[in-house]
């Protein structure tokens, strides 16, 4: 007798989505647009308590503690998210669906700025098992003291660009929130609201 072939087990996934006190409106609107969407994994929240005006140097940190927080959650893939985010309504269904295709060691993001490229973690998606290893690279970087570097620009730069996936269309909009720090504002020109992948 034959023995039938396993089936692949579902995918686990968990989002874990870091903020500041000063964010707390946007980061409210974006918990709101998040739970309109089908998302149904772990949500784990990383807040910056640090003392002192918004910087890229506070925000540095807070961004750690949080790729620290994906390396450490129970799933197989973690989404690292902002707080400043309209989220797609089949976002999880889409991810999931990416996700099929990913090697162990790929790193996506679920943002796409325009046809050429993704700006920002607004929200990147890696195993658990990525997460460990950005996160030995946040922890070197940080005993080099370089808080002028944006966090974006540090993972694209340490991310092998062939390892490095965009989704198309985005399943992230910015929320048209001022930046903390100054940053410009920039808007997806590929965002879906109701997109839905077959």
């Given at each position: 007798?034959?023995?039938?072939p396993?089936?692949?087990?579902?995918?686990?996934?968990?989002?874990?989505?870091y903020?500041?006190?000063?964010r707390?409106?946007?980061?409210?609107?974006?918990?709101?647009?998040?739970?309109?969407?089908?998302?149904?994994?772990?949500?784990?929240?990383?807040?910056d308590?640090?003392?002192?005006?918004?910087?890229?140097?506070?925000?540095?940190?807070?961004?750690?503690?949080?790729?620290?927080?994906?390396?450490?959650?129970?799933?197989?893939?973690?989404?690292?998210?902002?707080?400043?985010?309209?989220?797609?309504?089949?976002?999880?269904?889409?991810?999931?669906?990416?996700?099929t295709?990913f090697?162990?060691?790929?790193?996506?993001?679920?943002?796409?700025?325009?046809?050429?490229?993704s700006?920002?973690?607004?929200?990147?998606?890696?195993s658990?098992?990525?997460?460990?290893?950005?996160a030995?690279?946040?922890?070197?970087?940080?005993?080099?003291?370089?808080?002028?570097?944006p966090?974006?620009?540090?993972?694209?730069r340490?991310?092998?660009?062939?390892?490095?996936?965009?989704h198309?269309?985005?399943?992230?909009?910015?929320?048209?929130?001022?930046?903390?720090?100054?940053?410009?504002?920039?808007?997806?020109?590929?965002f879906?609201?109701h997109?839905?992948?077959?």
């Amino acid at each position: 007798m034959q023995a039938r072939p396993k089936m692949p087990k579902e995918i686990t996934l968990a989002m874990v989505m870091y903020t500041c006190p000063e964010r707390e409106r946007t980061f409210r609107d974006t918990l709101q647009s998040l739970a309109l969407s089908d998302w149904s994994g772990d949500l784990v929240t990383v807040e910056d308590t640090a003392d002192g005006p918004p910087s890229l140097a506070r925000q540095y940190r807070n961004f750690c503690l949080a790729v620290v927080t994906c390396a450490a959650v129970r799933a197989d893939f973690v989404v690292l998210a902002e707080d400043d985010l309209i989220f797609n309504r089949y976002v999880e269904h889409n991810t999931r669906s990416w996700l099929t295709s990913f090697r162990p060691n790929d790193v996506g993001s679920l943002y796409q700025l325009n046809s050429i490229r993704s700006v920002g973690n607004q929200a990147v998606v890696a195993s658990r098992t990525k997460w460990r290893w950005i996160a030995e690279q946040a922890a070197a970087r940080g005993k080099e003291t370089n808080d002028s570097e944006p966090t974006d620009a540090w993972l694209r730069r340490i991310v092998d660009p062939r390892k490095f996936r965009v989704h198309r269309p985005s399943l992230v909009q910015h929320h048209a929130h001022r930046s903390t720090v100054g940053h410009y504002q920039h808007r997806s020109l590929s965002f879906d609201l109701h997109w839905r992948t077959p």
